[in-house]
């Protein structure tokens, strides 16, 4: 039973404007390392804000976790959201906050009103919150505030803050893009380790193949909006590579 | 990259101009339209610019005749004193009260995080843009017609201004916030609330309290003239002593004003400078 299917998914982002998915279908099975891999515009970023409604898909439908994602009421899209992790370019942390308030902040989703306002987050909480900056190595940056860290550490905090979710998918919107290769490697070690451990399927937005290669077992190519590769990773070939890449003219 | 070095299959332009049609009609267009509206207002009203320019002159003898020397005595005035702490107090309670009033509806009116943006959205706008349409003054009015005359009246109408002057300038802020950790806390769950406390209220703190020190600034000013329609305070002596054609009273009252306005300006300056140091 796949975790994810999506079929033939269909984006544009205003009525006249261009259309950014012509028709995607994939799944996501419990074990998965997914990656999506292809030029810049091809639609990534698009396909995979679609999961978690972040973008609305115009056509096609969803299916998470046994929920059609796009028949949901905000209510229900926001308990469905909870059990999916997600981590960003830009990390998207708060800077003004510590790294304990970002890493809590992934419990909002089950926190009251009244407890959000007042940053007041339980016992249980905190406990796991400090688990997670141990286990992503931070356990001594707790109280610093966000912006005082460097981008390898900030994206440490957005693992953990996806963490806190205790996810059942995760989401990875080139999460290696702002971080120098070193970094990179250490990051996708990181995030594919901590998958591993907690059994949580990943799929993974990276322009970078030679990484995707490493990390992923299963890699889907998207050219302008159209699924040009799925397959298991070693069956990637060079010709594969060209194809995705043949409309990348400058 | 063969594509770069390959012949353009269109010839290059020989010229280049910044002004091409129908751009440039645009530009030109507009700006003949504000000279000729210019020179027709100037033409319709009958403006007599020497007599303008030679009336500056008669100002400054006007002021020397009338106005001078001002009745210092009366400006300083226990009773006098007691209006000038009324009016700062005035614009006090309504500068609070408007900047509370005024976070919820800027929130509602700022579109990118709107908790709603079929129904509170234009609920929240329109709120803002109703306290803004109306002037101080006018709101005074109002509320001297309803509540009678005295502070409450005053205070009310200041609030009223300070929702509109803070509301605007607020949900402009929050418009112009990183969407990032919005996205961030939307994909984790997070309901609009908790949205608006974690990614929103971080990112425009800093703003938020230098905006409503100026509200207070501007409140106070405003204060100064509720008065002068019965909404309690300074400004109520002011019209009476212009009614009963006590210039030189008028003149100090006008200098305490002057004066106050100016303190006021220097503390807020210094506190927004404070503020903002501590981005």
Request: overall charge neutral; aromatic content about 10%; charged content about 20%.
């Amino acid at each position: 039973m796949a975790v994810l299917s999506v079929r033939n998914l269909k984006v544009r982002y205003s009525g006249k404007g261009p259309e950014i998915l012509k028709g995607i279908d994939f799944d996501v099975e419990g074990d998965d390392f997914l990656a999506i891999i292809g030029p810049s515009g091809a639609g990534k970023s698009t396909l995979i804000r679609c999961v978690n409604r972040l973008v609305e898909p115009t056509d096609g439908t969803i299916t998470l976790l046994d929920q059609d994602v796009r028949a949901l009421k905000p209510r229900a899209l926001r308990e469905l959201r909870r059990d999916v992790g997600m981590i960003f370019q830009e990390f998207n942390l708060i800077n003004r906050m510590s790294v304990m308030d970002n890493v809590l902040s992934g419990r909002l989703g089950y926190t009251g009103n009244l407890r959000s306002l007042f940053r007041h987050f339980t016992k249980d909480d905190i406990r796991q919150a400090l688990d997670f900056l141990e286990r992503v190595g931070l356990s001594d940056h707790v109280d610093k505030r966000a912006d005082e860290l460097s981008g390898g550490q900030r994206q440490r905090v957005g693992i953990a803050r996806a963490l806190m979710q205790q996810p059942k998918l995760l989401l990875l919107d080139e999460p290696t893009s702002a971080l120098d290769p070193k970094i990179s490697q250490e990051v996708m070690a990181l995030i594919r380790e901590i998958a591993k451990e907690l059994r949580v399927p990943a799929l993974c937005n990276i322009h970078d193949v030679q990484l995707a290669k490493e990390f992923c077992n299963r890699i889907i190519g998207l050219q302008d909006g159209i699924k040009k590769f799925d397959g298991e990773t070693r069956t990637l070939r060079d010709a594969d590579l060209e194809d995705i890449y043949a409309m990348e003219v400058l | 990259m063969t594509e770069l070095t390959k012949t353009p299959s269109t010839p290059v332009a020989e010229t280049w101009s910044r002004y091409r049609f129908p751009g440039s009609l645009y530009r030109f267009g507009s700006l003949l339209g504000v000279l000729v509206f210019l020179v027709y207002s100037l033409h319709f009203l009958n403006v007599d610019i020497p007599l303008l320019f030679g009336a500056l002159g008669g100002l400054v003898g006007v002021v020397a005749e009338r106005y001078y020397p001002p009745d210092l005595a009366y400006v300083t005035d226990p009773g006098y004193l007691a209006t000038v702490v009324d009016t700062l107090q005035m614009s006090f309670l309504g500068a609070i009260a408007g900047v509370f009033l005024s976070i919820p509806l800027a929130w509602f009116s700022a579109f990118n995080v709107s908790p709603n943006q079929r129904l509170l959205f234009p609920l929240g706008r329109f709120g803002v843009i109703s306290c803004r349409a109306i002037h101080e003054t006018i709101w005074t009015i109002l509320f001297v017609s309803i509540l009678g005359f005295g502070m409450l009246a005053g205070v009310s109408a200041l609030t009223m201004f300070c929702v509109g002057f803070a509301g605007k300038l607020f949900s402009d802020e929050i418009e112009a916030v990183d969407m990032g950790p919005v996205d961030a806390m939307r994909a984790a769950g997070a309901n609009p609330f908790q949205v608006f406390v974690f990614a929103v209220v971080p990112q425009v703190r800093v703003a938020f309290t230098g905006i409503a020190i100026y509200t207070w600034d501007v409140a106070f000013r405003a204060a100064t003239v509720v008065g002068f329609f019965g909404g309690g305070g300074m400004g109520w002596y002011l019209k009476r002593n212009v009614q009963q054609l006590e210039n030189l009273r008028v003149g100090a009252i006008i200098l305490s004003i002057i004066a106050m306005v100016l303190i006021a300006e220097f503390i807020s300056g210094w506190l927004r400078k404070v503020v903002n140091r501590a981005k």
